[in-house]
């Protein structure tokens, strides 16, 4: 073991001797390898005995000792070995006598041994490979702030120093599967020896000259950065890490760490699918785009630009987004193109906008930390942005935040926070106007800020101030306590910087509208707007909700939200896409394109990214609407439910196929790289 070479070396075998660079060995003395030896052919012929005889003790340890091939995952990114290397480390040999008590030195104490933990789905934890450093805690406690794994006890479950213990993820040796763990893949990514291993990832030695490719995550609207290591001889991803952004810090959630398998599906669409005697049969390009091109071409000459429609996307990128609604209006000429943004934030963008003119989030994620008080209403961020979650939950544990969280249900972030307050459904407005009042009362507003820079507080007054909001009338209607109301706008009214956050619980609601204007007056009202670790602070659902909003991929606008009844902006468009005969008038929006289909109004419509049976509301009306229609195109990666009725499938590219740009949840726009 003395003559290792101090060189790194992928320590893995090649297909053949040549591929081997003899070069990293010239000071190491060639050892011919041992001939088993053998029973005679003489000897063979007369008996049925063993034909190899095998070795003996040190003729099998000295070819043991040949082996150039290292059984662990984590063979060419071990910083054990590599800090072992610089640093000149020397291995500890333990002198074994050749007659020693082989079965005594297994059964002794001298060394711990731990049985493999595969109870998870993702994740192998194999204790054996444990060095005690401790990085995989921190990450988990400190950094993700989930709290699972720690340090408690030996195997035995007596209390343990530091050096002969391992992490756990519970009492009594609770397995990981057991556990609480959320398989967020943190510990992967820190431990330094291949203890924490992706367990998916069968191969024993990596390859080590992957590609590295820097992209976003499109799971959600943080947009997380992360780096796919791609084996490029096997096309596919072979594992994912959390990339060094202001957005994530390197952390990712189970579905950014280990969700990447469906790239590679073989139910993936490869070829376009037109629909033949009542089937999709596979069909070129050249006939799909053509069959496609005629049959709009024919409903726009027969019945007018506006029979026509086109559902985007939130999942593709800003340059889709731009070049779908420019499609449906420059060529099909209509403003009949709208997306999912409909179902979720459109109460956000109306609201922010009459309250402050953008409807957008007002702050950036690093901000989180800068925030005394972090109010959370309608979102449960655990579980549909854990990224947002561990922000939050750092700035409670190591910057002092303090945490209010209101929602029907009990929530993660609940269990972090200083006040939970469960409100009945749709009591939000009363909750938050009974806020503002008591702050008004106490004097706890910002009459500095409203004088310098907010119109309506009159108007606002007259509103909140009235008895329908009075202690106990609102929690008659809300059902939270007056103390615990009181203490709310305590908290909020008194604080320097308090940061809402809100998600679908607020807006997926007949009153969305009315909930994020009291959202903004109460935000308004203390002075939190255009401060940072303060602000309004939507969480988008899709990945690219705000930038296709931005691209124009709605009914009343064209990109960044310039009208398209404004004549000066109608002209410029026109003459930018020379296109002067674009539709002046509003177009219609998702759910009324698909009542004017089932009307017969609307007879053409393109879907791009889109599963309208899966996601829109009444199945039964979608279903009815799509198959009132004339010719109906889908381009999706997959068969969705919407493709199965349409007549022209056309595949796309996933995320780490295309180049591009997204736009997340904070307004940060973000590099989309092809793999």
Same mark, same amino acid.
């Not at 806020?435 to 409203?450: A, C, L, P, R």
């Not at 310098?452 to 008659?476: C, H, I, N, W």
């Not at 124009?552 to 468009?573: D, I, M, R, S, T």
């Given at each position: 073991?003395?003559?290792?070479?101090?060189?790194?070396?992928?320590?893995?075998?090649?297909?053949?001797?040549?591929?081997?660079?003899?070069?990293?060995?010239?000071?190491?003395?060639?050892?011919?390898?041992?001939?088993?030896?053998?029973?005679?052919?003489?000897?063979?012929?007369?008996?049925?005995?063993?034909?190899?005889?095998?070795?003996?003790?040190?003729?099998?340890?000295?070819?043991?000792?040949?082996?150039?091939?290292?059984?662990?995952?984590?063979?060419?990114?071990?910083?054990?070995?590599?800090?072992?290397?610089?640093?000149?480390?020397?291995?500890?040999?333990?002198?074994?006598?050749?007659?020693?008590?082989?079965?005594?030195?297994?059964?002794?104490?001298?060394?711990?041994?731990?049985?493999?933990?595969?109870?998870?789905?993702?994740?192998?934890?194999?204790?054996?490979?444990?060095?005690?450093?401790?990085?995989?805690?921190?990450?988990?406690?400190?950094?993700?702030?989930?709290?699972?794994?720690?340090?408690?006890?030996?195997?035995?479950?007596?209390?343990?120093?530091?050096?002969?213990?391992?992490?756990?993820?519970?009492?009594?040796?609770?397995?990981?599967?057991?556990?609480?763990?959320?398989?967020?893949?943190?510990?992967?990514?820190?431990?330094?020896?291949?203890?924490?291993?992706?367990?998916?990832?069968?191969?024993?030695?990596?390859?080590?000259?992957?590609?590295?490719?820097?992209?976003?995550?499109?799971?959600?609207?943080?947009?997380?950065?992360?780096?796919?290591?791609?084996?490029?001889?096997?096309?596919?991803?072979?594992?994912?890490?959390?990339?060094?952004?202001?957005?994530?810090?390197?952390?990712?959630?189970?579905?950014?760490?280990?969700?990447?398998?469906?790239?590679?599906?073989?139910?993936?669409?490869?070829?376009?699918?037109?629909?033949?005697?009542?089937?999709?049969?596979?069909?070129?390009?050249?006939?799909?785009?053509?069959?496609?091109?005629?049959?709009?071409?024919?409903?726009?000459?027969?019945?007018?630009?506006?029979?026509?429609?086109?559902?985007?996307?939130?999942?593709?990128?800003?340059?889709?987004?731009?070049?779908?609604?420019?499609?449906?209006?420059?060529?099909?000429?209509?403003?009949?193109?709208?997306?999912?943004?409909?179902?979720?934030?459109?109460?956000?963008?109306?609201?922010?906008?009459?309250?402050?003119?953008?409807?957008?989030?007002?702050?950036?994620?690093?901000?989180?930390?800068?925030?005394?008080?972090?109010?959370?209403?309608?979102?449960?961020?655990?579980?549909?942005?854990?990224?947002?979650?561990?922000?939050?939950?750092?700035?409670?544990?190591?910057?002092?935040?303090?945490?209010?969280?209101?929602?029907?249900?009990?929530?993660?972030?609940?269990?972090?926070?200083?006040?939970?307050?469960?409100?009945?459904? #749709?009591?939000?407005?009363?909750? %938050? @106007?009974?806020?503002?009042? $008591?702050?008004?009362?106490? +004097?706890?507003? *910002? /009459?500095?800020?409203?004088?310098?820079?907010?119109?309506?507080?009159?108007?606002?007054?007259?509103?909140?101030?009235?008895?329908?909001?009075?202690?106990?009338?609102?929690?008659?209607?809300?059902?939270?306590?007056?103390?615990?109301?009181?203490?709310?706008?305590?908290?909020?009214?008194?604080?320097?910087?308090?940061?809402?956050?809100?998600?679908?619980?607020?807006?997926?609601?007949?009153?969305?509208?009315?909930?994020?204007?009291?959202?903004?007056?109460?935000?308004?009202?203390?002075?939190?707007? #255009?401060?940072?670790?303060?602000? %309004? @602070?939507?969480?988008?659902? $899709?990945?690219?909700?705000? +930038?296709?909003? *931005? /691209?124009?991929?709605?009914?009343?606008?064209?990109?960044?939200?310039?009208?398209?009844?404004?004549?000066?902006?109608?002209?410029?468009?026109?003459?930018?896409?020379?296109?002067?005969?674009?539709?002046?008038?509003?177009?219609?929006?998702?759910?009324?394109?698909?009542?004017?289909?089932?009307?017969?109004?609307?007879?053409?419509?393109?879907?791009?990214?889109?599963?309208?049976?899966?996601?829109?509301?009444?199945?039964?009306?979608?279903?009815?609407?799509?198959?009132?229609?004339?010719?109906?195109?889908?381009?999706?990666?997959?068969?969705?439910?919407?493709?199965?009725?349409?007549?022209?499938?056309?595949?796309?590219?996933?995320?780490?196929?295309?180049?591009?740009?997204?736009?997340?949840?904070?307004?940060?726009?973000?590099?989309?790289?092809?793999?």
């Amino acid at each position: 073991m003395e003559n290792i070479p101090v060189t790194p070396f992928n320590a893995r075998k090649g297909k053949s001797l040549k591929q081997v660079d003899s070069a990293q060995f010239e000071s190491i003395q060639k050892v011919s390898r041992k001939i088993m030896p053998e029973l005679s052919s003489t000897q063979r012929e007369q008996s049925f005995a063993e034909v190899e005889l095998g070795f003996d003790n040190a003729e099998a340890m000295a070819e043991a000792a040949r082996c150039l091939e290292c059984g662990c995952q984590a063979n060419t990114n071990c910083d054990l070995r590599d800090y072992s290397t610089e640093y000149g480390a020397s291995q500890t040999n333990i002198e074994i006598k050749s007659d020693c008590d082989w079965q005594a030195i297994r059964n002794s104490d001298t060394r711990q041994k731990f049985s493999v933990d595969n109870s998870s789905e993702f994740i192998v934890f194999d204790a054996n490979r444990c060095i005690s450093c401790g990085q995989c805690v921190q990450a988990c406690r400190e950094q993700s702030v989930h709290g699972v794994l720690s340090f408690m006890s030996n195997k035995d479950g007596r209390p343990a120093s530091r050096p002969e213990c391992r992490p756990n993820f519970g009492p009594n040796q609770t397995l990981m599967g057991d556990s609480a763990c959320v398989q967020c893949g943190a510990c992967i990514q820190v431990c330094p020896t291949g203890a924490m291993m992706d367990g998916r990832d069968r191969a024993q030695g990596r390859i080590e000259n992957l590609k590295i490719v820097d992209t976003i995550c499109t799971y959600c609207g943080v947009g997380c950065k992360v780096s796919m290591h791609v084996d490029e001889d096997a096309n596919q991803i072979r594992y994912v890490k959390g990339g060094d952004s202001p957005v994530n810090e390197g952390m990712l959630c189970v579905k950014g760490r280990f969700g990447f398998d469906f790239i590679g599906s073989d139910e993936r669409l490869t070829t376009p699918l037109i629909r033949k005697d009542g089937w999709l049969q596979p069909a070129s390009w050249e006939e799909a785009i053509e069959l496609v091109a005629s049959k709009f071409t024919s409903i726009k000459q027969s019945f007018g630009g506006n029979a026509l429609a086109g559902f985007s996307s939130a999942k593709t990128t800003n340059e889709d987004n731009y070049a779908f609604q420019k499609f449906v209006r420059r060529e099909l000429g209509t403003n009949n193109v709208d997306h999912c943004a409909r179902l979720c934030h459109a109460s956000t963008v109306t609201g922010l906008e009459a309250s402050l003119g953008s409807g957008a989030m007002t702050n950036d994620i690093p901000s989180i930390k800068h925030s005394d008080v972090i109010f959370v209403i309608g979102s449960d961020t655990t579980a549909a942005h854990p990224i947002i979650a561990s922000h939050i939950k750092q700035a409670v544990r190591h910057h002092g935040a303090r945490l209010i969280v209101a929602d029907p249900k009990r929530i993660e972030l609940a269990d972090h926070a200083e006040l939970y307050m469960a409100q009945r459904p #749709g009591t939000d407005v009363m909750l %938050i @106007n009974g806020v503002m009042q $008591q702050i008004i009362k106490n +004097g706890w507003y *910002d /009459m500095e800020y409203i004088e310098e820079r907010v119109d309506g507080f009159d108007t606002l007054l007259q509103e909140v101030m009235s008895p329908s909001y009075a202690l106990d009338k609102v929690e008659l209607v809300t059902g939270i306590k007056a103390e615990d109301i009181f203490a709310m706008a305590r908290t909020i009214g008194t604080a320097k910087r308090t940061a809402v956050y809100y998600a679908m619980g607020i807006t997926q609601h007949t009153t969305g509208h009315d909930n994020v204007r009291s959202i903004a007056n109460l935000q308004m009202l203390c002075g939190n707007i #255009g401060i940072e670790g303060g602000g %309004i @602070n939507p969480l988008r659902g $899709q990945s690219n909700v705000q +930038g296709a909003c *931005d /691209m124009g991929a709605l009914p009343n606008n064209f990109p960044g939200y310039q009208k398209v009844y404004n004549p000066l902006v109608h002209q410029k468009f026109a003459i930018e896409w020379d296109a002067p005969n674009l539709p002046t008038e509003t177009g219609l929006t998702l759910t009324e394109i698909i009542d004017a289909a089932c009307k017969r109004e609307v007879r053409g419509l393109y879907v791009m990214g889109e599963n309208p049976v899966l996601s829109d509301p009444d199945q039964a009306h979608v279903l009815e609407g799509l198959e009132a229609l004339d010719f109906l195109v889908v381009q999706d990666i997959f068969l969705t439910e919407t493709a199965q009725y349409a007549d022209v499938v056309l595949p796309s590219c996933s995320f780490a196929e295309k180049a591009g740009h997204f736009t997340n949840t904070e307004r940060r726009v973000q590099r989309l790289n092809c793999g």
